[in-house]
């Protein structure tokens, strides 16, 4: 793979970054995960609305031009010849001393970036759905900033893994808060219901194009936090990000939802995300 580092493509042996960098010392960095599907960004534009929004919670500076990202993108795609996968990019408060408090001077932020081919319009999952657990949200309370910070969705992932699931629910106060890596919904007499946006959850570019896409379709999207116990008797469940789009869910904790089969709201919205991405 040729991935890009500070300004250059290199064969990814080559990429390398400071033991310094505040990325790996202190998690002070934010990334996006943007799809590619025939060679092409999906909801491009509202990743890096986001990773405008994120520098600016964190008091980051870009990197570099907008333009300049969009040439790495649209380099690394070519470059590596990518038709379906995912294009990762990173951005860190850049090396310095180590020093809790923001490094003083000019510090120039690490960006780099890479791509991961994968199968994401058949992926088999989408077919069969797939399985969640639920697990305590251990995370912080920005969890609106898509920082690097990511062990305890780590950890919850593996715990899914563990127990023979693909995605953990984290939950708070007894309400799912998201996916490890993933927004969370649930369909309940035609209705589909998913967390409200605040500083609680990540706003998904997946949820965004979702709730538009639907919308057009007339099918309601009530935003509120639901329970566990909700989701258990819901009649559909399903989660949304860049890497998986709409993905059905079939059971909760072990329990089946809908019968254990991808139900008609969810396979629709499927339907409608992919018809508009390829
Ligand atoms: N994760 N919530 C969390 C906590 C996430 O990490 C993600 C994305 C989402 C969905 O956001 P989007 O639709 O913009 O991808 C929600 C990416 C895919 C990742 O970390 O790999």
Redesign the pocket.
């Given at each position: 793979r040729t991935v890009f580092v500070n300004g250059e493509y290199l064969p990814e042996s080559e990429g390398k970054i400071s033991i310094f960098d505040r990325g790996f010392l202190f998690a002070d960095g934010v990334?996006e995960?943007s799809a590619v599907i025939n060679g092409k960004l999906v909801?491009y534009a509202?990743?890096m609305e986001?990773l405008g929004r994120s520098l600016k919670e964190l008091r980051m500076a870009w990197p570099c031009t907008r333009d300049e990202l969009d040439v790495m993108h649209a380099e690394l795609i070519k470059r590596n010849a990518l038709t379906e996968g995912?294009i990762?990019m990173q951005v860190t408060r850049g090396a310095a001393d180590r020093t809790f408090n923001f490094p003083k001077g000019e510090v120039t932020p690490t960006l780099i970036a890479f791509t991961q081919a994968m199968s994401l319009v058949s992926n088999p999952n989408a077919v069969t759905g797939i399985k969640v657990i639920t697990t305590p949200d251990l995370r912080w309370a920005r969890?609106d900033i898509?920082t690097v910070m990511?062990l305890a969705?780590a950890l919850g992932k593996q715990e899914a893994y563990e127990k023979g699931a693909q995605e953990a629910w984290m939950v708070e106060d007894g309400f799912v808060t998201?996916?490890?890596?993933?927004?969370a919904y649930i369909v309940k007499d035609g209705k589909v219901i998913t967390r409200h946006l605040s500083n609680e959850?990540?706003?998904?570019?997946?949820?965004r194009a979702l709730m538009r896409l639907a919308k057009e379709e007339g099918v309601e999207i009530i935003e509120r936090k639901f329970t566990v116990e909700e989701a258990l008797a819901a009649d559909e469940a399903f989660l949304?990000?860049?890497?998986?789009f709409v993905m059905p869910i079939v059971e909760i904790d072990g329990k089946r939802i809908g019968g254990g089969q991808p139900g008609p709201v969810v396979r629709k919205l499927r339907e409608l995300f992919l018809k508009e991405a390829t």
């Open positions: 990334y995960v909801d509202a990743h986001r995912i990762y969890r898509k990511l969705p998201e996916g490890t890596s993933s927004n959850i990540l706003a998904g570019c997946t949820r949304t990000s860049a890497s998986q």
